[in-house]
């Protein structure tokens, strides 16, 4: 259908009862964030549902826009599958916006019962054959969040105020404000974590980072991140020796982990969950990028500093290396500690962070 026939449809529907599918991965979730308030300025009166894995849904819990989320297991159990695709035929939805665009979603959509079903041009596994409208100009050459967005504007929202909401209680306010009191500014969060083993850019090399951060402007570092990289980030800690540093890596809740986030100076992180989460927030991001592209993958905004690796092989989106011997993972060998020192050196400067925090 051409784009402005769609587009039409898009912003002269009517819809009482809409859901948004994006079940996972955390950074794609914390960039379909802002879809929300635009939703509510399109459709006022109507209930907004969102559609997501149990373990991410204290992101969206408690938003100002979001009457209900339907939540279910990453690995559901056979028995549970039929009883969560009844629910949502029960919903009836009328308006399904799938922005996962993947088999699982697919089902989802058709279990709706929807009406309108739109898509975008990003799906894979059939999920395309599912929507009877899918949103122009949304394929992979699209950045990650303005493919999002996208949605926005084919609806005629686009000039709403993009902006990314998480509540967060005053009590999860004060376990994050425990946890930093006594640290000196600026605070740097350091993300080393991934679920893909390409995007782990050495831990080593971010503390020989934040080593010099320490000896040019003193501060503090708090290493975030899973359960699984507690030791590692112990490790990291008892590197930093005479620097001020904390381990909080598995002690945060998706809650907390947001509002340190709005609380730190700036983050160093791999491409990750948390970054986008950080940069939706406001706060300064330089983002490590080895296997992936920050012209792709990267957040939006002109505060950031982004490294990318140079190698030939960079920005092929291996979730694991396909190389073998010396050549494996060699982007982490080949992204130098010192361009990532310069970048953080960039930003900074750019953000005025070290007279903003003398002056607070």
Do not use: N, Y
């Given at each position: 259908m051409p784009r402005t026939n769609v587009e039409q449809q898009l912003r002269s529907l009517t819809a009482r009862r809409i859901a948004i599918i994006k079940p996972s991965a955390l950074g794609d979730v914390v960039q379909a964030l802002p879809l929300l308030p635009a939703l509510r300025q399109r459709f006022p009166n109507a209930s907004l549902t969102w559609v997501i894995q149990r373990e991410l849904a204290d992101l969206v819990a408690g938003h100002p826009h979001l009457d209900q989320m339907l939540t279910f297991d990453r690995r559901p159990n056979w028995w549970s599958v039929p009883s969560f695709l009844a629910a949502l035929r029960r919903q009836r939805f009328d308006l399904v916006l799938d922005l996962q665009g993947l088999?699982?979603?697919?089902?989802?959509?058709?279990?709706?019962?929807?009406?309108?079903?739109?898509?975008?041009?990003?799906?894979?596994?059939?999920?395309?054959?599912?929507a009877n409208l899918t949103i122009p100009d949304s394929g992979w050459n699209v950045p990650a969040h303005a493919r999002n967005w996208r949605v926005a504007e084919a609806l005629g929202v686009g000039d709403?105020?993009?902006?990314t909401i998480v509540h967060v209680s005053p009590h999860d306010q004060a376990i994050v404000d425990g946890w930093l009191r006594g640290m000196p500014r600026p605070v740097f969060?350091?993300?080393?974590?991934?679920?893909?083993?390409?995007?782990?850019w050495p831990l080593d090399k971010?503390?020989?980072?934040?080593?010099?951060?320490?000896?040019?402007?003193?501060?503090?570092?708090?290493?975030?991140?899973g359960p699984g990289e507690r030791a590692a980030c112990d490790a990291a800690c008892a590197r930093m020796k005479n620097a001020v540093a904390c381990n909080l890596a598995g002690r945060t809740t998706l809650k907390q982990l947001a509002a340190l986030l709005m609380r730190v100076d700036a983050v160093l992180a791999n491409?990750?969950?948390?970054?986008?989460?950080?940069?939706?927030?406001?706060?300064?991001?330089?983002?490590?990028?080895?296997?992936?592209?920050?012209v792709r993958s990267g957040p939006p905004g002109v505060q950031h500093q982004f490294v990318a690796s140079e190698l030939p092989c960079a920005a092929s989106y291996h979730k694991q290396c396909p190389l073998v011997g010396v050549r494996r993972l060699a982007c982490h060998s080949e992204l130098a500690s010192a361009r990532v020192w310069q970048a953080l050196q960039k930003l900074v400067e750019r953000n005025n962070l070290l007279a903003k925090t003398r002056a607070a």
């Open positions: 088999l699982r979603s697919a089902v989802m959509v058709v279990a709706t019962g929807a009406k309108w079903r739109v898509g975008l041009e990003t799906a894979r596994e059939g999920a395309g054959l599912v709403v105020p993009r902006q969060a350091v993300q080393w974590g991934a679920r893909w083993e390409t995007k782990r971010m503390t020989d980072v934040m080593l010099q951060a320490a000896r040019e402007w003193g501060g503090s570092t708090a290493f975030i991140g491409d990750s969950g948390p970054m986008h989460l950080a940069a939706e927030l406001g706060t300064p991001v330089v983002g490590v990028f080895t296997c992936t592209s920050p």
